[in-house]
Structure formats: structure tokens, C-alpha cells
């Protein structure tokens, strides 16, 4: 676990009138965003507070009656509590607009003095596991996460050392505890540095301006790139959904086209199963009779080679004059013109004497004039 001190300032004070103690009310501990930290080393690295992490149950709860000291000293513990402890946090640690806020009281007369004379800000102590895992936060690129963050203290400082606004924050417990024992303390001078990367001013160390400068121009360079490149992912995603439109508007036209094939070829069957074998040869055979027969009664007037079976019959019949011409022929059934067409007697086709009656056919009136005209000659009748 690592310390981290965060800072903000001492607003909604209050002081009891019996006591004398100081009220503090509604106190922004921490908020959730990507900050600047300064390391032990003096090195700055961007770690986020993540809602998962800040605002969790366990965290909210570790800000609960929790102790106030006049500076930090390190982590607080049963050992030098007595010492450090200067009052406490309330048991109403609560997130408002991702803020985690605790209300405190404060009941050391000489803290509650330098209170009074101006030193008014306040700075969380707490440990955190970071996780060197980056990534990017509302547009921020972070190098690291703070987990399993467990607030320790709340200090009353003159100044934070790393500025309250973006709570820029100091050396580890560790190095805290020795600069305490060995008399280290620093006098710093400080300035207010602009971090464009995340749009606020912070106040920072004199001797910290370049690093924490350099810092945010990095981060600004980091979030451009990211920009960039999520413009790029875009524009590629864009062609893909236009090549992707593409390919299944071309499978459905091979679809298309395939179900046409698949129609044809079955079409192209049940024609090979139409006029294929036996079947085809005897509808050859009976069109050419049927050719035939006609022909003896339209003779060439027609072109019978662009008729159906129908039309043959009913020009067969017209011609051989077997029904009154006010009958339409065209308006009767298949089967009667079947019956008309059946029923036509072949017309003869004997030229002069032939021999004895056996030798006409037919029963027509000209057959009956030709049998009348054999019986002459035979009895050497006029012609």
C-alpha cells in the first residue's frame, strides 16, 4: 500500500458555543478524475480515481470517524494517537456529484486557533495499491489506477504541499516519517501552474513548475494522439460497414440469380420429361396425321406448319362446309369440334369411269352423280 495525501479547503465552519469545539461541515475529501502525483523519487505520474474505486462502499466507509491532525505525521495509529489526534471525522461519509464528503470536529484549542488565523486547508491522508495499468478517463490518459484507496486522516494544513486544486501530491509516509524525526522540514516557495490537459490551475513547488509542466504537455501530446487514432478507428469501422454493405448486397444478387438458375434447370426437366421417349414420338406421329387429314379439305391455303391441333380442325371443317357458317366455331368446346372433324367424309377423288360402284367412296351427292353416270355407260346411255 502506498500514502497519499490529498488537499482541499476548510469550508462551513462552525463553532460550538459550550465547548468551543469547531464544526466542519460537508468536507470534499476526494473526487473522481486523473490527477497529478509526485512520487517519492520526485517523479510525476498521472493516477486516476476511477468511480469504481472512489466512490465504492469500502472506501466511503473508511472516511468515517476518522482523526484530524494539526500536519501530517504519517499514518495515525493506537500508538501515537494520543499524540497526533486532534479531533474526528463524523460517521456520515457520503458521495455527492462523484465527491466523497465527511463532516468533522475538531477539539484542539491551539489547532482551532491557527484555524482562526488562516491555515484552512485541508489534506486527506490515506493508503492505496496503485495499479500501473494505464488508460484514459473522461479524455484524460492516466498511467495508473488507485485501488483499494482507505482513507487514515484528515490534516489541517497551511498549504497543501502540492496544491489543493488538483491535489498534486507529496513524498511517501516513509520519507514523510524520517524528513518528521530528522528535522527536515522545507520552506517552499510555490506558484500557480496551468495544466491545459485538464483545464484547471494548480499551485506547485517552485522547483516543481518544469516537471509538472512537461507532465501536461505530455498528457496533452498523449490525448491528441488518442484523438487521432480514434479518428482513424472510426474512418476504418466506416469503410468496413460500406465494404460489409457491399458483399451482402452482392450475395443477395447471387441469390437472386442462383434461384433464377435453379428455376430454369427445373423447367428444362419437366421439358425433357415432356417430349423425351415414346411419348414425344407418338404426339409427332399423330400431328402429322392430323396434318395430313386436314390438308385433304384446306388443300395449301394454309400453312398448317403454324397451326395448333385445334385451329387444323376447325379450318378442316370450315372448309368442307360440315356446318352452317353463322355457327362460330371458335366459341365451341374441343371435344365438339373433335366430333365435327371425326364425322368429315375424305372427298373423292375419281376422275371419269373407274369401273362398277365398288370402285366410289363415300356417300356424297357427287358420289351419287358419278354412280348415275357409270350406270349410263354401262347401258350405252348418252354421257
Do not use: C
Amino acid at each position: 500500500m502506498r500514502t497519499r495525501y490529498d488537499t482541499a479547503q476548510i469550508k462551513q465552519v462552525t463553532t460550538d458555543p459550550q465547548t468551543g469545539f469547531m464544526h466542519v461541515t460537508n468536507v470534499p475529501i476526494a473526487r473522481v478524475g486523473v490527477f497529478p502525483y509526485m512520487k517519492a523519487d520526485r517523479s510525476i505520474e498521472m493516477e486516476a480515481k476511477l468511480p469504481t474505486e472512489l466512490l465504492s462502499d469500502s472506501t466511503v466507509n473508511s472516511a468515517d470517524n476518522r482523526p484530524v491532525t494539526n500536519d501530517h505525521h504519517g499514518l495515525v495509529t493506537k500508538d501515537n494517537a494520543t499524540q497526533l489526534a486532534k479531533g474526528f471525522t463524523a460517521d456520515n461519509a457520503h458521495v455527492d456529484d462523484n465527491t466523497l464528503r465527511v463532516d468533522m470536529t475538531i477539539m484542539d484549542g491551539k489547532l482551532i486557533d491557527a484555524i482562526n488565523n488562516g491555515k484552512q486547508e485541508l489534506s486527506i491522508g490515506f493508503q492505496t495499491n496503485i495499479d500501473q495499468t494505464p488508460g484514459e478517463y473522461n479524455g484524460v490518459a492516466y498511467d495508473s489506477v488507485q485501488k483499494d484507496i482507505q482513507i487514515n486522516h484528515v490534516a489541517v494544513v497551511n498549504q497543501g504541499r502540492a496544491g489543493h486544486t488538483v491535489r498534486l501530491l507529496g513524498d511517501s509516509a516513509e520519507m514523510i516519517d524520517d524528513d518528521v524525526k530528522e528535522g527536515k522540514t522545507e520552506s517552499m516557495e510555490y506558484t500557480k501552474t496551468r495544466l491545459d490537459s485538464v483545464d484547471q490551475t494548480i499551485t506547485v513547488a517552485d522547483h516543481d513548475v518544469d516537471a509538472v509542466t512537461k507532465l501536461d504537455a505530455d498528457n496533452s501530446d498523449k490525448s491528441k494522439k488518442i484523438a487521432d487514432l480514434k479518428d482513424q478507428i472510426a474512418e476504418l469501422q466506416k469503410q468496413l460497414d460500406e465494404l460489409q454493405g457491399n458483399a451482402d448486397e452482392s450475395k443477395k444478387d447471387a441469390a437472386k440469380a442462383q434461384a433464377k438458375a435453379d428455376s430454369l434447370e427445373k423447367e428444362n426437366e419437366n421439358i425433357k420429361k415432356k417430349y423425351e421417349g415414346d411419348g414425344f414420338d407418338k404426339k409427332v406421329q399423330a400431328r402429322l396425321k392430323l396434318m395430313e387429314k386436314a390438308k385433304k379439305f384446306v388443300g395449301d391455303s394454309a400453312d398448317l406448319n403454324k397451326m395448333s391441333a385445334r385451329e387444323m380442325k376447325i379450318a378442316a371443317v370450315k372448309s368442307a362446309k360440315a356446318v352452317n357458317d353463322s355457327i362460330n366455331l371458335e366459341d365451341q368446346t374441343d371435344d365438339y369440334i373433335q366430333a365435327l372433324f371425326d364425322n368429315l367424309k375424305e372427298p373423292a377423288t375419281v376422275v371419269g369411269y373407274r369401273g362398277t360402284s365398288a370402285q366410289y367412296k363415300g356417300d356424297s351427292a357427287e358420289n351419287e352423280a358419278l354412280k348415275l353416270r357409270a350406270e349410263r355407260y354401262s347401258k350405252g346411255g348418252k354421257r
